[in-house]
């Protein structure tokens, strides 16, 4: 027999054998639910062809992965996209890639023109420059590299690692912005300003290292993305991470939200107000964000085309939104975009607190004194009169009936409409040492007409 005529039989038995095990395994998938099976099924599937079997797979799979096999007995979902809906879903995400990035870098301008600067404006500058690398690594490599298990296994180590970073970025700048709500510190947040830049980072390293070292054989495999299985133990490590930074970080902005006004007035005026304003919306943008990472994730793991779509439409809104949120918590934007338009409402400021009036100081002393009453000073004996007991004064007369009465502090009331004033008269008897008069004519003393 001919050398041509064996070699195409062998290749004809070998597209059947491969046929028949792409239809078992989806048989099995579809039957059983399986998610996974051991890598020892996979390997000893590969050992038992024989050299001639291998050299013509090579030569007949030349579009399917190297590791065909692998890659159908791990994934547990039997939808693929077609070769027309791959390529819409490829130009939908470098759109919302582009978008994104778009979006961050207006920000970027509009706060340079506006001289918006400080540690509050650099958090933000530092969260916008994550934002773009996590935009590039999930929206475009994340579909460029797919096919490649050495270029994609360092995409999903990339794609983890940023977006750790921006959850821990958010955390960072909730603690800034709590500490200066709550009058903690005056300038800069209640912790050495280096932190802000170097804790996410660390924040950012150690899940992702975590994950990789244990998970490593699930990395690169899934030759559809270059994210997290959904179904094995790496999805865990993907999301729990994130998942527990940015729930930190809301629970702090909202307990900033709820506090009582302490600002102190010693307090840098442009971080204050910033901190305010942030902590506000520090939960809806970094929620949101969490939310478009995670559908993308499900929609390339599961290969369903609507939920693309529906990714594409929250980009839509995450850059205006992101732009808004990281331009109207600064004092130099509101100043300038406070007025009136559209979108005036956004930038407007908050109406200064009314002032308590100022109170003249002449009129308080006086209202102080005038509470206060005067007492009245006692009399001190005049020397003059410094007698003996029983004795008369010389000025005196000699007219028995005549009283000299004392000195009193208070001068002698006029009289009023009933006219009863002869009672000072007898205060003056009973007080008059000399003992002038006679108690009849005091005590009985006739009405003053």
């Known amino acids: 027999m001919e050398p041509s005529r064996i070699f195409n039989g062998a290749s004809k038995v070998t597209i059947l054998k491969h046929q028949l095990a792409y239809a078992a395994h989806s048989f099995i998938h579809s039957a059983l639910g399986c998610c996974k099976m051991s890598n020892n099924s996979t390997n000893s599937t590969n050992t038992n062809s024989t050299d001639t079997n291998t050299t013509t797979t090579t030569t007949t799979t030349t579009l399917a992965p190297e590791n065909t096999t692998e890659y159908l007995l791990q994934r547990c979902y039997e939808s693929v996209l077609s070769d027309g809906q791959n390529d819409i879903v490829k130009y939908l995400m470098y759109f919302c890639g582009g978008w994104i990035i778009a979006w961050c870098i207006i920000t970027m301008l509009v706060n340079i023109c506006h001289k918006n600067t400080g540690h509050q404006r650099y958090v933000h500058f530092y969260e916008e420059l994550s934002i773009i690398l996590l935009a590039v690594c999930m929206c475009i490599l994340n579909f460029i590299f797919n096919h490649k298990s050495k270029v994609c296994k360092f995409v999903a180590i990339f794609n983890h690692f940023f977006m750790c970073l921006t959850a821990a970025i958010f955390f960072a700048e909730a603690l800034f912005a709590s500490s200066m709500v ?23 390293v150690a899940p992702t290292l975590a994950t990789f070292f244990t998970e490593e054989k699930y990395y690169g495999t899934a030759y559809l993305h270059c994210f997290a299985d959904s179904t094995v133990d790496m999805f865990w490590g993907f999301v729990i991470p994130v998942w527990i930074l940015l729930t930190i970080a809301g629970l702090k902005a909202q307990l900033a939200c709820i506090a009582c006004d302490r600002q102190q007035p010693s307090q840098d005026i442009y971080q204050c107000y910033w901190a305010r304003r942030s902590v506000k919306s520090l939960v809806l943008i970094s929620q949101y964000l969490f939310s478009i990472w995670l559908m993308i994730l499900f929609a390339a793991e599961h290969q369903k085309l609507y939920v693309f779509i529906l990714v ?34 956004l930038y407007a400021m908050c109406p200064p607190k009314p002032s308590p009036p100022e109170k003249d100081e002449d009129e308080e002393e006086q209202k102080h004194k005038d ?79």
């Open 312 to 345: 594409t439409c929250m980009a839509l809104l995450f850059g205006p939104a992101l732009f808004v949120c990281h331009t109207y918590c600064h004092l130099n934007t509101c100043k300038k975009w406070a007025g009136n338009g559209c979108f005036a409402s």
């Open 182 to 204: 709550h009058g903690k510190s005056d300038k800069n947040g209640s912790v050495p300003w280096i932190l802000y830049y170097l804790f996410p980072i660390v924040l950012a």
């Open 371 to 449: 509470a206060i009453p005067e007492k009245t000073p006692i009399d001190e004996p005049d020397p003059k009169n410094n007698n003996e007991p029983g004795s008369r004064n010389q000025s005196d007369s000699d007219d028995p009936h005549q009283y000299t009465p004392t000195k009193s502090g208070s001068p002698v009331p006029k009289q009023g409409p009933n006219k009863h004033t002869e009672s000072q008269k007898f205060y003056s008897w009973l007080t008059d040492t000399n003992a002038s008069g006679k108690s009849g004519d005091i005590l009985f003393r006739p009405s003053v007409a």
